[in-house]
């Protein structure tokens, strides 16, 4: 069982910056690849961001590649989001969750075991 904790959301400017962070429970966190999705009303929760147990390898939507930057402290249990350059279109409930297994993509929510309760992101224009 795996809990996960997100925090650093909050109202920013277009063109601002904001680094999410999501505390994992457990000390198996290391075995986990992690992912950020994101959800705006009325909208399908979307993959975001994903780092594999590692490290050494991330995956990112087209829409925020060159902007966001996951990466991972695996000692601390915590995975980081750093989003520059922030647009109103960014605006949405950012989730963390984990991903147990290292078969399916990293780019659905399906294959993700554990969520967050999410962390609100609001970029105004």
């Known amino acids: 069982q795996v809990q996960l904790v997100e925090s650093g959301g909050g109202l920013v400017q277009a063109g601002g910056s904001l680094r999410l962070s999501c505390a994992a429970s457990?000390?198996?966190?290391?075995?986990?690849?992690m992912g950020w999705f994101r959800q705006a009303p009325g909208k399908e929760r979307e993959f975001v961001a994903a780092?594999?147990?590692?490290?050494?390898?991330?995956y990112y939507a087209d829409s925020v590649k060159g902007r966001f930057t996951i990466s991972r402290d695996n000692a601390k249990n915590t995975v980081y989001l750093q989003m520059n350059s922030l647009k109103p279109e960014d605006t949405a409930v950012y989730y963390c969750a984990a991903k147990s297994s290292r078969d399916g993509s990293y780019y659905y929510t399906k294959f993700y075991n554990y969520w967050g309760q999410g962390t609100q992101v609001t970029v105004s224009s």
């Open positions: 457990g000390r198996t966190f290391s075995s986990y690849a």
């Open positions: 780092i594999n147990w590692s490290g050494y390898s991330t």
